[in-house]
């Protein structure tokens, strides 16, 4: 089993900063790709941002130049620093492991932005 634990949500304004983090631990031994997703309240979980192994990023268009994911590959981690937040940001933010093919989601931790 793989277990995946979120910090670092809260409440921020309009044009604020937060980091996310998400450890992995458990049966970890083909980390391929970790990432984030999220999900605002009555709609459906979309993706934020993702990152391999090797560093390669893909980012939501709406959260481009705004948001950044990073990763240690040593501690099985992985990062969210989101910038200049806006009001449609709010949400629960989810991480994600796939490791040979089976997604591992964590519980969600809840951002708010607002005035």
């Known amino acids: 089993q793989v277990q995946l634990a979120e910090s670092g949500g809260g409440s921020v304004q309009p044009g604020g900063s937060l980091g996310l983090s998400c450890l992995a631990s458990?049966?970890?031994?083909?980390?391929?790709?970790m990432g984030w997703y999220r999900q605002a309240p009555g709609k459906e979980r979309e993706l934020v941002a993702t990152?391999?192994?090797?560093?390669?990023?893909n980012y939501a268009d709406s959260v481009k130049g705004r948001f950044t994911i990073s990763r240690d590959n040593a501690v099985n981690s992985v990062y969210l620093q989101m910038n200049n937040l806006k009001p449609e940001d709010t949400a629960v933010y989810y991480c994600i492991l796939t490791q040979w093919g089976m997604d591992y989601w964590g519980r969600g931790t809840l951002v708010t932005v607002s005035s």
């Open positions: 990152i391999t192994r090797g560093g390669s990023t």
């Open positions: 458990g049966s970890i031994f083909r980390n391929d790709a």
